[in-house]
């Protein structure tokens, strides 16, 4: 007599559907939740022009079944990951994605500072393999770094002659732009090109076609003037020849051997 020998099912990982997504924590002040904003806003318009593409704010991160368990890391305040679809997440869970992200920014407070430059970093180096790094201080300008994932280490990235940093994954760059953004003046975190055009927001690309529009207005009333005015001196110029015509019959001279 065979006996069957049954094998144990192995339980598959949980899915975004499965994983809790939200937390109820908000962000630390309102100036985190904005600067998270604009980092979100401008790069929008940048993905709207890819195929392809993810970006997330504030928003957990899954990387081991360990962690999703223990519940004990939250997402990320920005993250980009590229060669992905785009489509909406609940939560961006790695196995199911295949990839950790490839840009992640961190905005630095008071009761996460240390824990963002310490225990988050080594989560990015050594468990996600996050290529590229950033932190940033919303309330402290000057507390701002950049880390390149080289040989398994995260190497300092130094700041080009403009004094921002590239992020060679999205082929971008990280600028701080003194202005307001929904009402509060300060510095802020922005992505431009290489070439040094801020990413604008959607507000701002409402007010360049607003602008655009009004010049072309303009132009089409300019060229619309012009016009008027060249025929109003076609039709001078024609009444003076009717005039001179005339006086020349006036006194016998064929206007045509003239």
């Given at each position: 007599?065979?006996?069957?020998?049954?094998?144990p099912?192995?339980?598959?990982?949980?899915?975004?559907?499965?994983?809790?997504?939200?937390?109820?924590?908000?962000?630390?002040?309102?100036?985190?939740?904005?600067?998270?904003?604009?980092?979100?806003?401008?790069?929008?318009?940048?993905?709207?022009?890819?195929?392809d593409?993810?970006?997330?704010?504030?928003?957990?991160?899954?990387?081991?079944?360990?962690?999703?368990?223990?519940?004990?890391?939250?997402?990320?305040?920005?993250?980009?990951?590229?060669?992905?679809?785009?489509?909406?997440?609940?939560?961006?869970?790695?196995?199911?994605e295949?990839?950790?992200?490839?840009?992640?920014?961190?905005?630095?407070?008071?009761?996460?500072?240390?824990?963002?430059?310490?225990?988050?970093?080594?989560?990015?180096?050594?468990?996600?393999?996050?290529?590229?790094?950033?932190?940033?201080?919303?309330?402290?300008?000057?507390?701002w770094?950049?880390?390149?994932?080289?040989?398994?280490?995260?190497?300092?990235?130094?700041?080009?002659?403009?004094?921002?940093?590239i992020s060679?994954?999205?082929?971008?760059?990280?600028?701080?732009?003194?202005?307001?953004?929904?009402?509060?003046?300060?510095v802020?975190?922005?992505?431009?090109?290489?070439?040094?055009?801020?990413?604008?927001?959607?507000?701002?690309?409402?007010?360049?076609?607003?602008?655009?529009a009004?010049q072309?207005?303009?132009?089409?009333?300019?060229?619309?003037?012009?016009?008027?005015?060249?025929q109003?001196?076609?039709?001078?110029?024609?009444?003076?020849?009717?005039?001179?015509?005339?006086?020349?019959?006036?006194?016998?001279?064929?206007?045509?051997?003239?």
């Amino acid at each position: 007599m065979t006996s069957v020998i049954s094998t144990p099912e192995i339980p598959l990982p949980p899915t975004q559907d499965e994983l809790p997504c939200d937390d109820g924590i908000p962000m630390e002040t309102q100036r985190h939740k904005l600067q998270m904003d604009l980092l979100l806003d401008t790069l929008q318009f940048w993905l709207d022009q890819r195929e392809d593409g993810y970006i997330g704010g504030n928003m957990f991160i899954y990387f081991s079944t360990e962690q999703a368990r223990n519940q004990d890391f939250r997402g990320p305040d920005f993250f980009a990951v590229l060669g992905v679809p785009k489509t909406e997440r609940k939560s961006w869970v790695v196995w199911e994605e295949g990839k950790a992200p490839n840009v992640v920014i961190e905005l630095l407070s008071e009761s996460t500072k240390q824990e963002d430059k310490t225990r988050k970093k080594q989560v990015y180096q050594n468990q996600m393999r996050v290529p590229e790094y950033f932190w940033y201080d919303p309330f402290n300008p000057e507390d701002w770094a950049g880390f390149a994932l080289e040989k398994s280490e995260y190497q300092p990235l130094e700041k080009d002659e403009k004094q921002r940093y590239i992020s060679e994954q999205l082929g971008l760059a990280l600028v701080q732009w003194q202005g307001s953004y929904k009402g509060v003046e300060t510095v802020w975190l922005r992505w431009e090109t290489l070439e040094g055009e801020l990413l604008p927001t959607e507000r701002e690309l409402r007010e360049q076609a607003q602008q655009e529009a009004q010049q072309a207005q303009q132009e089409a009333q300019q060229a619309q003037q012009e016009a008027q005015e060249a025929q109003q001196e076609a039709q001078q110029i024609q009444q003076t020849n009717e005039k001179l015509t005339a006086k020349l019959r006036e006194l016998g001279i064929d206007p045509e051997t003239v």
